[in-house]
């Protein structure tokens, strides 16, 4: 049974930098089979997929356009595991963030973390 | 971008009453279309991917169908704890999108 454990703070000052960790269990976070997501919710815009990582002979990464000038994701095969690193945020980076399993046979978001709530302020 | 537009953005039914919600693309996107529930506090869970697979679990009440921009799912008979927000999602190409969501209330 593949579960994601998430961790990281729930409160981030303006400029800093947000990151947050997804530890992977029943899974492999090079599986040539998945990608590792980072996804966030909020009122305002709703769902929106921040990229993913994946090994597929080497590590690729795809970020979103509207962040990828800020993020970073950092897999970590000693530790099975994949972080978050978003920096200079803005009390607009507030939201509910989600780590995910992209399954490669589905192409689908099948694994879910519980989820961090993130508020950006001072 | 491939814009994801759900409606109705809000329905309010019955225990027993058949519900469809519609996801439309901005562009084609094939059968590369999965719908997901979402109760609050809670993370999404996926019910169909490409369409009209059911994700293991998930009872066959729940069935999807469409293909190109137009997409639907449906509940057959909605059950109490189908009562959630449902949000349609595209992974033909990135960035991966997701509609708004349709949340499912009681009447």
């Known amino acids: 049974q593949v579960q994601l454990q998430q961790s990281g703070p729930g409160l981030v000052k303006p400029s800093q930098t947000l990151s947050l960790t997804c530890v992977i269990s029943g899974d492999s976070v090079s599986s040539n089979s998945a990608a590792w997501a980072w996804i966030r919710q909020s009122p305002s815009r709703g769902l929106e997929c921040l990229g993913r990582t994946f090994y597929r002979s080497q590590w690729y990464n795809d970020y979103a356009v509207f962040v990828e000038s800020r993020i970073t994701f950092i897999p970590d095969t000693s530790k099975n595991q994949f972080s978050l690193q978003l920096n200079s945020v803005t009390p607009e980076d507030t939201a509910v963030y989600y780590c995910?399993?992209?399954?490669?046979?589905?192409?689908?978001?099948?694994?879910w973390g519980q989820g961090t709530m993130v508020v950006v302020s001072s | 971008d491939i814009q994801m537009t759900q409606s109705p953005s809000s329905l309010s039914a019955s225990v027993g009453d058949r519900v469809t919600i519609t996801c439309r693309a901005s562009?084609?996107?094939?059968?590369?279309l999965n719908w997901y529930q979402q109760k609050p506090g809670k993370a999404p869970k996926l019910l169909i991917y490409a369409t009209s697979n059911l994700q293991s679990g998930v009872p066959s009440r729940f069935s999807g169908s469409g293909s190109g921009t137009d997409f639907t799912l449906t509940i057959s008979s909605l059950q109490r704890e189908d009562f959630a927000t449902y949000s349609c999602?595209?992974?033909?190409?990135?960035?991966?999108?997701f509609g708004g969501g349709t949340k499912v209330e009681i009447k």
């Open positions: 999602q595209q992974s033909y190409n990135t960035p991966l999108t």
């Open positions: 995910a399993r992209d399954e490669a046979t589905a192409m689908a978001f099948d694994i």
């Open positions: 562009q084609t996107i094939s059968n590369y």
